[in-house]
């Protein structure tokens, strides 16, 4: 526990800045996103089904823009400009939930939104694995992670409180969460300067094939384990689906994406840390588990003791390999290509996001609820298979 505490005091003040830019944005997105699921299906009558497909489409359009920000980044040397670019973009598209009066505009906001994600996406994980000393990398990305998903349990939080004190007015919970967002885009302005690099290496055209060549194939392997992982994690909007399910009032339902998160923040910093000091494909084998045992609950449960038990689960799953596939990927990159191999990486993930979100939706509308968790289950499976097969071939 001393090592985990002097760890964390000698992460960089920028890390720490980057991270609550994170923890703000997120809390003005997860106040609109925790309730969007509710407010598309039972109030414009959307069906599962189409919530499936625009949720994966708004999840993929940010990973798949990740790799046009993050190769724009690597060419001009920077990567500030473009992560206040996406943030400005996700903070001015917060009044149009607001405002909106039908589905259209709904959907349009939403998918804004994640293009303004795509773009910070690649730069600012750029920017951190640029500031963070290479033995702490696990660490940096695991505290920004932490932070960012404190956000993402304040959001669902406020907006509880709030449907609660304003009998369920989603549009006035949605004004509200257009204030932490242009918080977080003044004190990305004036809170981050980033790492000069030298001159020799701007202006490099960072898709160019010699480029591309120098991702070699241990970073690739990162890329397929994240697209499978992604295919075994399909949106969170089905987590609030399958919540509403157990009978818990409309207001309350938001609160399973704050237990998820809780547990998410807490844990991805230590298992950050854990990352630096042991194999990382024994921590991705055990983060595999651990979602195959939430989603046996999630498909099981039928009271919310048993939804609290598998988006526990859940949370700890995050917490334990999404700052782990993160370092990764910087470890096996080359520094003056970080940004396009975090952008590639979240390409390949998007389209992995769509068909896992659509094929989860078709689940859900014709086999139940069992079946969409039962197959992120199969696909867990079919990751460790993988794994073991790899760790086999290294021997």
Same mark, same amino acid.
């Given at each position: 526990?001393?090592?985990?505490?002097?760890s964390?005091?000698?992460i960089?003040i920028?890390?720490?800045?980057l991270g609550?830019?994170s923890?703000l944005?997120d809390i003005?997105s997860?106040?609109i996103h925790?309730?969007?699921p509710?407010?598309?299906v039972?109030?414009?009558?959307?069906s599962a089904?189409t919530?499936?497909?625009l949720?994966?489409l708004?999840e993929?359009?940010?990973?798949i823009?990740?790799?046009?920000? !993050?190769?724009?980044?690597?060419?001009?040397?920077?990567?500030k400009?473009l992560?206040?670019v996406?943030y400005?973009m996700g903070a001015?598209?917060?009044?149009?939930f607001a405002?909106?009066?039908?589905?259209?505009?709904?959907?349009?906001a939403?998918?804004?939104?994640?293009v303004g994600?795509?773009?910070? !996406?690649?730069?600012?994980?750029?920017?951190?694995?640029?500031?963070a000393p290479?033995a702490?990398?696990g660490?940096?990305f !695991?505290i920004?992670q932490?932070?960012?998903?404190?956000?993402?349990f304040?959001g669902?939080?406020l907006a509880v409180?709030l449907?609660l004190l304003?009998?369920?007015?989603?549009r006035?919970?949605?004004?509200?969460?257009?204030?932490?967002g242009?918080?977080a885009?003044?004190?990305?302005?004036? *809170?981050?300067?980033?790492?000069?690099r030298?001159?020799a290496?701007?202006?490099?055209?960072?898709?160019?094939r010699?480029?591309?060549k120098?991702l070699e194939?241990p970073?690739?392997?990162v890329?397929?384990v !994240?697209?499978?992982?992604?295919?075994a994690?399909?949106?969170?909007?089905?987590?609030?689906?399958?919540?509403?399910?157990?009978g818990v009032a409309?207001?309350l339902?938001?609160?399973?994406m704050v237990?998820?998160?809780l547990?998410?923040?807490?844990?991805?910093?230590?298992?950050?840390?854990?990352s630096?000091r042991?194999s990382?494909t024994?921590?991705?084998a055990?983060?595999?588990?651990?979602?195959v045992?939430?989603?046996?609950?999630?498909?099981?449960g039928?009271?919310?003791?048993?939804?609290l038990?598998?988006?526990?689960?859940? *949370?700890?799953?995050?917490?334990?390999?999404q700052g782990?596939l993160?370092?990764?990927?910087a470890?096996t990159a080359p520094a003056?290509?970080?940004?396009?191999?975090?952008?590639v990486?979240?390409l390949?993930?998007?389209?992995?996001?769509?068909?896992?979100?659509?094929?989860?939706?078709?689940?859900?509308?014709?086999h139940g609820?069992e079946?969409?968790f039962?197959?992120?289950a199969?696909f867990?499976?079919?990751a460790?298979?993988?794994l073991?097969?790899?760790e086999i071939?290294l021997r």
């Amino acid at each position: 526990m001393n090592d985990n505490t002097s760890s964390l005091k000698r992460i960089p003040i920028g890390i720490w800045v980057l991270g609550f830019v994170s923890m703000l944005m997120d809390i003005s997105s997860e106040m609109i996103h925790s309730l969007l699921p509710m407010f598309l299906v039972g109030t414009l009558g959307m069906s599962a089904f189409t919530v499936g497909i625009l949720e994966g489409l708004a999840e993929s359009t940010a990973l798949i823009v990740k790799v046009f920000s !993050g190769a724009l980044s690597d060419y001009l040397g920077r990567r500030k400009g473009l992560a206040l670019v996406g943030y400005a973009m996700g903070a001015f598209t917060k009044p149009l939930f607001a405002l909106a009066s039908g589905s259209g505009l709904v959907i349009a906001a939403r998918l804004i939104d994640r293009v303004g994600k795509g773009i910070r !996406g690649a730069p600012r994980d750029a920017l951190v694995a640029d500031i963070a000393p290479p033995a702490m990398r696990g660490a940096a990305f !695991g505290i920004r992670q932490s932070l960012d998903t404190v956000g993402a349990f304040l959001g669902p939080l406020l907006a509880v409180s709030l449907m609660l004190l304003w009998a369920n007015d989603f549009r006035a919970v949605f004004w509200v969460a257009v204030i932490p967002g242009m918080l977080a885009v003044a004190l990305l302005f004036f *809170g981050i300067s980033e790492p000069d690099r030298p001159s020799a290496e701007r202006k490099t055209n960072p898709i160019k094939r010699e480029n591309l060549k120098r991702l070699e194939s241990p970073y690739w392997w990162v890329v397929g384990v !994240g697209a499978v992982f992604t295919l075994a994690r399909f949106s969170e909007a089905f987590l609030v689906l399958r919540a509403q399910q157990t009978g818990v009032a409309m207001a309350l339902v938001p609160l399973v994406m704050v237990a998820m998160n809780l547990v998410y923040a807490a844990s991805a910093y230590p298992f950050g840390w854990i990352s630096d000091r042991m194999s990382h494909t024994k921590l991705l084998a055990l983060g595999l588990v651990v979602l195959v045992l939430a989603d046996c609950v999630l498909a099981s449960g039928r009271d919310w003791m048993t939804m609290l038990a598998g988006v526990t689960l859940w *949370g700890v799953h995050m917490g334990m390999t999404q700052g782990l596939l993160a370092t990764m990927v910087a470890d096996t990159a080359p520094a003056d290509l970080r940004g396009t191999a975090y952008g590639v990486f979240s390409l390949i993930c998007g389209v992995a996001m769509l068909l896992a979100s659509g094929f989860a939706g078709w689940l859900w509308e014709s086999h139940g609820p069992e079946a969409t968790f039962y197959s992120g289950a199969v696909f867990c499976i079919l990751a460790l298979l993988g794994l073991a097969l790899r760790e086999i071939r290294l021997r």
